[in-house]
């Protein structure tokens, strides 16, 4: 993008605001002063330090040259993430979008206010500098912007060559900002931004007793000390306990191990590119002009001076930064030149050192800081002197601020013969405050973050793609892939998180090269499923919220081989039970149908936790069923102190179960008593049952889990396919619309299509959508609704009172007559009697669905009871389970509809009395009616519940 287009939004600004600010516009008189004093600085500036091109006072949008300090407006907005300069810094790099000078040796032709960028939500590196700035200082920070000169990587916002500062290799995840261990670009080794700091000497350690500055009575060391008596000798040797032995060969395996493990990552981590990038030479080094944000150390507990990169959000040390020099520094008071040329590292930021810098506004700090505050305040008229507007720039000291030359009086104590404390003059000119508007982001656009709804980052193997909330159909949000080659061609690892779908998918990982895939669920998903992880073609497993009935938390599937899972807190203790399964085993007799078919099972094991209330040698632990050869091993537990796990093995013998004594003869540890044979043949139905398990219960759970998974994939990927369809239509029939001749009739459809019209809309946020709103978004949306329905009050006031007139339909038969009482009264008595029908309907209709809904539910109850006491020869064992659970649900769904019925019944008898006590009340009061009430006996009136209660009657 090109700075000219930066001319056209500005001139598209100027006349689309005539009415703004009228300081945008035009000048005040004490900013024309201004102008004049900055005028003759840079006159000045160029006598005394040869040509140089100062950019002190650029144009705005309108065309009116604007000092830089006063286009800083410092803000204080209400949004916490603002409030810390680091996510500060990466809010505003999303936010705006970026566009590089062009040429990138000249300066921007426009310096817009901060207020006006963010309206715009575009600007170049010196509006996203003053609005980083603007918003920094509003907060209590010290900040600053500068100018000066960068590499091509920086101006440009090239990241692709550099570690991306805000991804955590360890977990995966992208952090929120920042970090401040940004490595920089400009180091080729990677080095971190922080280099050591070298303790103070007023820090250094010092013995104790020596040397000058010792404390005064510090007693001799006690080794030079005599014991006391009672005391031990200090000089008696004491023996340092051994330290536990090491092996010289573990070490030496471990750091082969380590060595081993550090070659092998990086050569996972080299690049399959034979043609690694290489950077070519940048004709305008040195030459690009760029601006940053500098924070000095101080308030808000900063620890140190630190550059910002606001283009990025990168952070850098003054010692350890990319960029090459430094032209200017102002803020929101002033205005610094920098005379210092130099590596960066060596350039010194006391802005308020002459010999270094500068200023245009003279400002107010005493340099003396150990002066005596008291004799200052008493004689503070006396050491206060007031400089000239302007004063002249004498050659004999280079070093001589510019505006306005300190005019310094003797101190106290250089009249008292000590040294002479010089203080700077008192500035005669006060900054203007900013010409510009407040700045403001709206909740709209803060919730928005990204520019243009999505942003894209490149960096060195890495891509990172942002996505704002519900601007994608299936919610993603950010997409994290990382590359084994530079080039970004050979993904091993893409991280996506989503947010607001309806199926509670926040995150999916996938390895291509291991053709895995992980994805999380949050909580409140049917099923509770929260981690769904595959290999494909080799193992599935899923692991739920412990919020199940049936207590499961983990199911695991190694396809073709085993299948396990793991329980919490059932009630029969189980915790564990898995089947083995053998494609190769020969004259298997029982089989489970799995996805592949069906394969033989060579076992089935349970396992149970402890029950306190039953001794261990006869609480069952595990059960192995060994179905291929008949035989059934019982695991019991062991008390504490106890290797040994006691064990029994039975064999089946003609469809009975009975003791392996060869397995009780060898088998060693301590004795157990022996089951009892109606124990050991109910071991046969505990087989059954499990067995039973498998095939109708816990493999149906799992591969129902997984079709629904893979309908809701594909649900997504149709509406996806339509909403791209419907939008390159639409696409299509405006690029048609625009490129057809005026006058040229429109294509006429063929016969039999149907008329073509705008498509409606998918709505992503339907019953069957793929997104859900949050509560708050749907807060926000009740109250911005609201809003708008506060101006439409009066209106529907006005419709309430032109409502059908009720009589209308009965005075057709009358029009232009004068209506007698015999007349009146039979109208007012027609019109009572149909509204007391219609009032009746309604009442029946309601009570006949209320019985409907009885009947049909009597009629499923009275049909499960017959199924239940005699079973069809077809069904299988689980049916009646099935039907019963099918019956609850109904159940629960009519007794549900029978409720809102019966409230909805018992409303409509309420509001039928008062409807037909209005009715009356309207009746009565009516000027058409009058001559009905002339009448001896026109006060009798029925009451409306006895008129509803004739109507029952009737």
């Not at 650029?58 to 409030?83: A, D, H, Q």
């Not at 073709?560 to 007799?589: C, Q, V, W």
Request: overall charge negative.
């Amino acid at each position: 993008m090109e700075t000219k287009e930066k001319i056209v939004r500005s001139r598209r600004f100027a006349s689309e605001n005539l009415n703004c600010k009228r300081e945008y516009r035009e000048s005040s008189l004490k900013e024309k002063t201004l102008m004049e004093q900055v005028q003759k600085f840079e006159v000045q500036f160029r006598t005394l330090y040869g040509p140089r091109f100062l950019f002190l006072a650029p144009p705005n949008e309108f065309g009116i040259n604007k000092f830089l300090p006063t286009t800083v407006r410092p803000t204080k907005l209400s949004y916490r993430e603002l409030y810390d300069y680091r996510s500060c810094a990466a809010f505003l790099s999303d936010l705006l979008g970026y566009e590089h000078l062009n040429p990138p040796d000249e300066h921007p032709p426009v310096i817009p206010a901060p207020a006006t960028v963010l309206r715009w939500q575009t600007g170049d590196c010196f509006d996203f500098s003053i609005v980083l700035a603007s918003l920094l200082i509003g907060v209590g920070y010290d900040a600053y912007c500068v100018s000066g000169t960068a590499p091509r990587t920086i101006t440009l916002r090239d990241e692709a060559t550099f570690q991306c500062p805000e991804f955590d290799e360890t977990t995966g995840e992208t952090i929120h900002y920042v970090p401040l261990t940004a490595s920089s670009p400009t180091i080729s080794t990677g080095a971190k931004l922080w280099a050591e700091t070298a303790v103070p000497s007023c820090m250094s350690d010092r013995k104790d007793g020596g040397g000058e500055g010792a404390d005064d009575g510090v007693s001799v060391a006690p080794s030079l000390a005599a014991p006391k008596e009672g005391e031990k000798d200090p000089t008696d040797v004491v023996i340092k306990p051994k330290e536990a032995p090491k092996s010289q060969f573990i070490e030496k395996m471990q750091r082969e191990k380590d060595t081993k493990e550090a070659e092998e990552k990086r050569i996972a981590q080299q690049s399959d590119s034979e043609d690694e990038p290489e950077e070519d030479k940048d004709p305008m080094e040195g030459k690009r002009l760029h601006a940053w944000v500098l924070l000095r150390r101080g308030p808000r507990d900063v620890s140190d001076d630190l550059y910002i990169e606001p283009t990025t959000g990168r952070l850098y040390s003054p010692q350890a930064c990319p960029y090459h020099s430094i032209d200017l520094i102002w803020n929101h008071k002033n205005l610094w030149v920098n005379l210092q040329r130099g590596p960066m590292n060596q350039l010194s930021l006391e802005l308020f050192d002459s010999r270094c810098y500068e200023y245009v506004m003279p400002d107010i700090r005493v340099q003396d800081r150990d002066a005596d505050k008291d004799n200052d305040d008493a004689n503070e008229n006396e050491d206060e002197a007031i400089a000239p507007p302007m004063p002249a720039m004498t050659p004999k000291s280079p070093h001589t601020p510019a505006l306005s030359a300190p005019v310094a009086k003797p101190s106290l104590e250089a009249a008292a013969g000590g040294e002479q404390t010089h203080h700077p003059a008192v500035q005669t000119l006060d900054l203007p405050p900013s010409w510009s508007e407040p700045i403001e982001i709206s909740r709209e656009k803060f919730q928005q973050r990204l520019y243009s709804n999505e942003t894209t980052k490149f960096y060195e193997k890495l891509k990172i793609e942002r996505y704002t909330a519900y601007s994608q159909a299936d919610g993603l949000v950010t997409r994290v892939s990382v590359y084994k080659d530079t080039h970004r061609t050979v993904p091993l690892t893409i991280r996506e998180s989503f947010s607001h779908r309806r199926d509670k998918l926040v995150q999916r990982v996938r390895i291509p090269r291991e053709h895995k895939l992980i994805e999380i669920f949050a909580p409140g998903r049917p099923g509770a499923l929260k981690r769904f992880e595959q290999v494909e073609a080799r193992r599935r497993e899923m692991t739920f919220y412990n919020s199940r009935l049936d207590g499961l938390i983990k199911h695991v599937e190694l396809i073709g081989e085993k299948i396990f899972e793991y329980f919490e807190e059932r009630e029969d203790r189980m915790t564990y039970h898995s089947i083995t399964l053998d494609p190769g085993l020969k004259n298997a007799k029982d089989f489970l149908e799995v996805e592949t078919g069906e394969l033989p099972i060579r076992k089935m094991t349970q396992k149970f936790a402890r029950k306190p209330d039953v001794l261990a040698e006869q609480d069952v632990q595990k059960l192995v069923f060994y179905l291929s050869q008949g035989k059934v091993c019982v695991y019991f537990h062991t008390d504490p102190g106890r290797v040994v796990t006691p064990s029994l093995m039975f064999q089946k013998v003609d469809s009975v179960m009975k003791l392996d004594e060869d397995y009780l003869r060898f088998k060693k540890g301590p004795p157990i008593p022996l089951p009892a044979p109606q124990q050991i043949q109910k071991l046969l139905h505990l087989q059954k049952d499990c067995l039973l398990t498998w095939k109708a219960t816990a493999l149906s759970n799992a591969y129902s889990q997984h079709a629904t998974r893979r309908q809701e994939e594909l649900k997504i990927s149709s509406l996806r396919y339509a909403a791209h369809h419907q939008q390159m239509q639409h696409k299509a029939a405006t690029t048609t619309a625009a490129g057809a001749e005026p006058g040229a009739a429109s294509p006429v459809a063929a016969p039999g299509a149907a008329p073509s019209g705008p498509a409606e809309p998918i709505d992503f946020f339907g019953p069957n959508g793929i997104l859900e709103k949050s509560v708050y978004d749907l807060a926000r949306e009740q109250a911005q609704e609201e809003s708008l329905g506060e101006g439409t009050e009066e209106e529907k006031q006005a419709e309430e009172a032109k409502k059908v007139d009720t009589l209308a339909p009965y005075l057709l038969e009358f029009p232009g007559k004068t209506i007698d009482a015999m007349t009146a009264e039979m109208i007012a008595k027609k019109c009572k009697n149909d509204f007391r029908k219609r009032l009746l309907d309604r009442a029946a209709i309601i009570q006949r669905r209320l019985e409907e809904e009885h009947d049909q539910l009597r009629k499923r109850r009275a049909a499960l009871q017959r199924r239940a006491e005699g079973p069809s020869p077809g069904a299988g064992p689980g049916a009646v389970d099935k039907d019963e659970k099918g019956f609850e649900q109904y159940q629960s769904e009519a007794m549900f509809r029978i409720q809102i019925l019966e409230q909805r019944l018992a409303r409509h008898e309420m509001q039928a009395i008062k409807k037909f006590a209005e009715l009356e009340k309207f009746l009565a009061e009516d000027p058409r009616l009058a001559a009905m009430w002339q009448k001896a006996d026109a006060g009798r009136t029925e009451s409306p519940t006895k008129l509803l209660a004739t109507g029952r009657r009737n």
